[in-house]
């Protein structure tokens, strides 16, 4: 075997006299492997916290959709039913005044047939004028 030549520490490089350009650099593999392993966990942890947040994020944000969903429904039916008592109040005094109007009507033919019945011999009869009119 050859004699190998003492080891000097220049920084952070080991220095070998008498060893190949390969020798003189710190081998890199296993030790980034190692830390590529370790780095890959370290990264898949944090991406499965991640999703675990995003997840409960994006639940939190569907109840929140839901609730909002619930209560714009609950105003939609309020406001519905306050407009059909506003429509049904409204056509509930239109058919009261219908009603006031109709009965005045009523009124109006009562007197027009009791005054006809009081002189329906003179007016009522066929051919018989009141001032020279004729009422049919």
């Not at 000097?8 to 392993?37: C, H, L, Y």
């Not at 609730?67 to 039916?77: N, Q, R, S, V």
């Not at 008592?85 to 109006?108: M, Y």
């Amino acid at each position: 075997m050859s004699a190998q030549a003492p080891t000097t520490v220049e920084g952070a490089n080991i220095v070998r006299s008498g060893s190949s350009a390969a020798e003189t650099q710190p081998s890199n593999s296993p030790a980034v492997g190692r830390k590529r392993k370790a780095s890959c966990l370290g990264e898949q942890e944090r991406r499965e916290r991640k999703r675990a947040v995003d997840r409960e994020a994006q639940r939190t944000l569907r109840e929140k959709t839901r609730l909002h969903i619930a209560t714009l429904e609950k105003t939609i039916e309020t406001l519905r039913n306050h407009d059909s008592n506003t429509t049904i109040a409204t056509l509930l005094d239109q058919i009261a005044g219908l009603h006031k109007e109709n009965e005045r009507l009523r009124g109006i033919i009562d007197n027009i047939r009791a005054a006809l019945t009081l002189g329906g011999d003179q007016i009522g009869a066929p051919g018989s004028s009141t001032n020279g009119n004729t009422l049919w």
